[in-house]
């Protein structure tokens, strides 16, 4: 029997491993790396999969190169220049998605104190096909993950979603997908270490070692903003004649998605919002009941009676100054929803002297 060669065995791995959606990706690298950007090994034409090498992870699964997403249109990469870790889209030219980033991040609008739209780096244009365009963005992490460990940490990120919701409304711009998933901190120094783009809770270049985290008030101010704006809309009339249809985000508890009739798409932000935050403190009973009411209010079912982003932010700045010093400093009692979270309370560092890695 014919020995095969590691080269050949490297082909035929890569052929076996990388989807058509990721080939897109390496056909692209050049350009990429042309305008200062780094790929991941994966990404790469002649990329020899780790896990096939003498000393490399034991399976794919293990491998920092194993790991692809399931959204072909995302990639993470670093920018040459200076090591920073940024996320690259891909948009078609007439999504108005490009439209409304580059919109929220003109000039006038970013030096705004409650604007939280994630910052736009770079565009970057595909040569060899006009209908496509690459936003560049820096790498986020999704908001509470690791766990809050402070209630002053909670109220802190309610603040500034809040305050970019009523920044994103009095622009006449309903977001369409305020939910978890698109509710993003910058982690830089809450896991100095970082970690890995699709296996969030392991170590950046080695998925058997979980990542080490602090808590967010030793490494204040730590920064959120909203993503994912395809789904957002702009209403010229403003946000009290706005009328939508049809469903919206990752949210399917909106009272209006099951209603065949016109809604208010500014209301349902508010709801989207709400709810994430009720389950942001579900594992935290003691100090949920602080903020339950606003919760409750921005979640009823009658949107009708919901508080604008507006009212729901006057409302909550009210609530938070009668929170008392001890309630905001203190751990908070946490109950894990999961193994995965209660593995969290083991790798948050409490010492200057790390380890971050």
């Avoid at 402070?150 to 939910?179: K, P, W, Y």
């Avoid at 009973?285 to 932010?313: C, F, I, K």
Wanted: hydrophobic share 35%; proline share 8%.
């Amino acid at each position: 029997m014919t020995e095969i060669t590691p080269v050949a065995e490297a082909a035929l791995v890569r052929a076996e491993t990388r989807d058509e959606g990721e080939l897109w990706w390496v056909a692209h690298q050049p350009l990429f790396s042309s305008r200062g950007y780094k790929l991941r090994p994966r990404y790469h034409a002649d990329w020899i999969p780790s896990w096939i090498l003498p000393g490399g992870p034991p399976s794919q699964h293990a491998a920092e190169d194993g790991f692809h997403g399931w959204n072909n249109d995302i990639l993470d990469a670093t920018r040459m220049s200076d090591g920073t870790k940024v996320v690259f889209k891909r948009l078609l030219t007439t999504e108005f998605e490009l439209v409304l980033v580059r919109h929220l991040n003109s000039p006038h609008l970013l030096s705004h104190p409650y604007n939280r739209t994630v910052p736009l780096l770079d565009v970057i244009p595909i040569p060899d096909d006009d209908n496509l365009v690459i936003i560049v963005m820096p790498r986020l992490r999704l908001f509470c993950t690791p766990i809050f460990r402070h209630f002053r940490e909670v109220t802190e990120c309610m603040r500034q979603f809040l305050q970019g919701l009523v920044f994103m409304h009095s622009c006449n711009i309903a977001h369409g997908d305020a939910c978890r998933h698109n509710l993003m901190m910058d982690g830089s120094r809450v896991v100095p270490g970082g970690s890995h783009f699709y296996a969030h809770w392991a170590h950046p270049n080695n998925l058997r070692v979980r990542f080490r985290w602090r808590d967010r008030c030793s490494v204040t101010p730590v920064n959120y903003y909203f993503i994912d704006f395809g789904l957002s809309e702009y209403y010229p009339d403003g946000q009290d004649s706005a009328v939508g249809i049809g469903s919206y985000g990752q949210d399917g508890s909106v009272p209006e998605f099951h209603l065949d009739e016109p809604h208010n798409p500014f209301k349902i932000d508010v709801y989207q919002l709400g709810n994430a935050f009720l389950r942001v403190l579900a594992p935290f009973p003691a100090h949920e009941e602080y903020l339950a009411p606003l919760l409750e209010s921005m979640t009823t079912a009658d949107p009708n009676v919901r508080p604008t982003a507006a009212e729901a932010l006057k409302q909550f700045e009210k609530i938070s100054a009668g929170i008392p010093d001890a309630a905001l400093e203190t751990i908070m009692e946490y109950q894990p929803d999961s193994d995965s979270d209660a593995e969290d309370l083991n790798h948050e560092i409490t010492s200057d002297d790390g380890p971050y890695r």
